[in-house]
C-alpha cells in the first residue's frame, strides 16, 4: 500500500515505525488526519495515534487500513463471510468512541460518569469498572469480562461500609 491510496479520516496500522538498522520499529495504529502529495514523489501521512501523538508515514513505510488488518485476524462464520466479532465490523473510532461501548445514542462513559457521582469516592471506581465490564461483555471478552466486573463488585462489598 502506498501513501496516494489513503484516506484521510481512516485508521491505519503501520508496522515498522521507526524502524531502523538497530531496531525492526513499533507497531503503532493511528488515524490519518494530513496526506500531503509530493511532485518529487515522497508522498507522507501524518497519523494521530492518541490525542497530540503524531506520527509521519512515508512510502517506505509498511501499513494497511486497521479494518483489513483486522479481517485477516478475524474468524468468519456462515455462508456470506459473517464477522463472528461484531465489534470488529462496527467499529468506526476505536480510540473515542468504539462500539463496545455504545448503546444507540448512549456512551457508556456518559452514564458511568452519571451514576459514579453519587457514590463517595472511593467507591466510585469500582462500580464504574463493573458497569464498564458488564455493558462490554457481549460484544468483546464474554465470561472474562463478567468475571471482571465480580471482581470489582466484590471489591465494592468489601468497601462499603469501610470509612
Given at each position: 500500500m502506498k501513501i496516494r491510496d489513503l484516506d484521510k479520516g481512516r485508521y491505519?496500522?503501520?508496522?515498522?515505525?521507526?524502524?531502523?538498522?538497530?531496531s525492526d520499529g513499533m507497531r503503532v495504529v493511528g488515524k490519518v488526519v494530513e496526506l500531503e502529495?509530493?511532485?518529487?514523489?515522497?508522498?507522507?501521512?501524518?497519523?494521530?495515534?492518541?490525542?497530540?501523538?503524531?506520527?509521519?508515514?512515508?512510502?517506505?513505510?509498511?501499513?494497511?487500513?486497521?479494518?483489513?488488518?483486522?479481517?485477516?485476524?478475524?474468524?468468519?462464520?456462515?455462508?456470506?463471510?459473517?464477522?463472528?466479532?461484531?465489534?470488529?465490523?462496527?467499529?468506526?473510532?476505536m480510540v473515542n468512541s468504539p462500539s463496545h461501548y455504545n448503546y444507540g445514542d448512549v456512551e457508556v462513559i456518559d452514564y458511568c460518569d452519571q451514576v459514579c457521582k453519587t457514590y463517595p469516592p472511593q467507591l466510585a471506581p469500582y462500580v464504574f469498572n463493573a458497569i464498564k465490564y458488564l455493558s462490554r461483555a457481549n460484544y468483546k471478552n464474554g465470561q472474562e469480562d463478567i468475571n471482571k466486573a465480580k471482581y470489582y463488585v466484590q471489591r465494592l462489598f468489601d468497601m462499603w461500609g469501610v470509612k
Open positions: 491505519i496500522v503501520v508496522y515498522d515505525m521507526g524502524k531502523s538498522e538497530y502529495y509530493n511532485e518529487d514523489g515522497k508522498n507522507t501521512a501524518t497519523i494521530e495515534s492518541m490525542p497530540f501523538q503524531r506520527y509521519t508515514v512515508t512510502d517506505d513505510n509498511y501499513f494497511d487500513y486497521w479494518n483489513d488488518y483486522m479481517e485477516n485476524k478475524t474468524e468468519y462464520i456462515g455462508i456470506k463471510r459473517q464477522s463472528n466479532d461484531v465489534q470488529q465490523r462496527k467499529r468506526h473510532d
